[in-house]
């Protein structure tokens, strides 16, 4: 069973675009909420994370959007770049008492020049 | 210099083998674990050891088995290999101790089984 839900399973958008990719979970015991980057032929690497006592947290051009009382969270790109492209995963645990993240199904974003 | 190696990256083998993925860290973190990525690119943690202690065994067939010779190393034998097991195989290791605990990865192990 996943414990977090993942939406789209893809989407292209045009250089400039805002892709943005939802995720949503059940377990409220949840409290560390990471992102995850994947190029191709690569390992997933960190790219942004957020614990549930902030509403939005942005590094450089990702931001995650927070929204406890609804369970879901969400990351957007902006002005998307073609090295954007790539599968992005949703993750969350419950840090620090848990070493098991639980990880969304993956976007696979495609950023057009 | 790179930080979790695996090897190998490729693996061919027929149904039945018996084959084994190593990996390494040099981050000098206490956690490692393996995940499997299957064709539609979902992850699933499969094992994971801190300081050479099992502390994650997923439902996983016993025909994989976990072995960390030390904190650095967490190695991964697969016996009677069916055409399931295809998939990327991927190395991760964490410092619990640390604010996040983020997950490095390995670059994959890819196993194609005929």
């Known amino acids: 069973q996943q414990q977090v839900k993942q939406s789209p399973q893809s989407l292209i958008v045009q250089k400039g675009g805002i892709p943005i990719i939802n995720c949503a979970y059940e377990?409220?015991?949840?409290?560390?909420f990471p992102w995850y980057q994947q190029f191709p032929g690569k390992g997933p690497a960190l790219l942004i994370a957020i614990r549930p006592d902030v509403s939005e947290k942005k590094e450089g051009r990702f931001t995650i959007s927070f929204n406890k009382s609804a369970k879901q969270f969400s990351l957007h790109i902006m002005d998307s770049q073609p090295g954007d492209s790539a599968t992005y995963f949703c993750?969350?645990?419950?840090?620090?008492?848990?070493?098991?993240?639980?990880f969304g199904a993956g976007t696979t974003v495609t950023v057009r020049a | 210099d790179t930080a979790v190696s695996q090897t190998p990256k490729y693996l061919v083998t027929q149904m039945g083998n018996d084959k084994s993925i190593k990996c390494e860290q040099n981050l000098g973190h206490d956690t490692m674990y393996w995940y499997k990525q299957d064709s539609k690119k979902f992850l699933k943690i499969m094992f994971s050891y801190n300081n050479k202690e099992l502390i994650i065994n997923e439902t996983v067939p016993n025909r994989f088995s976990p072995k960390s010779p030390d904190k650095a190393h967490l190695n991964l034998h697969i016996n009677s290999l069916e055409l399931g097991d295809s998939a990327v195989y991927f190395c991760?290791?964490?410092?619990?101790?640390?604010?996040?605990?983020?997950?490095?990865f390995g670059e994959g192990s890819r196993l194609t089984v005929l």
């Open positions: 377990n409220t015991a949840f409290d560390y």
């Open positions: 991760a290791s964490s410092q619990e101790s640390l604010v996040g605990g983020e997950l490095f």
């Open positions: 993750a969350a645990s419950l840090y620090p008492n848990d070493y098991k993240l639980s």
